[in-house]
């Protein structure tokens, strides 16, 4: 996996976590949830990553 790709999971993540800590503060749930599920896809694609090159090695 290149490091492009594992920068771009990663600020997925983190996007996903800024915009779940938005929405909390703001009350708005819709972008919360939005943020929690921006956060999940971004973090399950670093991990998919991770786990392909282990099996590369």
Request: aromatic letters at 6%; proline letters at 0%.
């Amino acid at each position: 996996m290149s490091i492009s790709k594992k920068i771009a999971y990663s600020a997925e993540a983190t996007k996903g976590k800024i915009k779940k800590v938005f929405g909390r503060a703001t009350g708005n749930r819709t972008l919360e949830a939005e943020g929690r599920a921006d956060q999940i896809r971004g973090n399950l694609k670093l991990s998919g990553a991770k786990i392909k090159d282990a099996f590369k090695r």
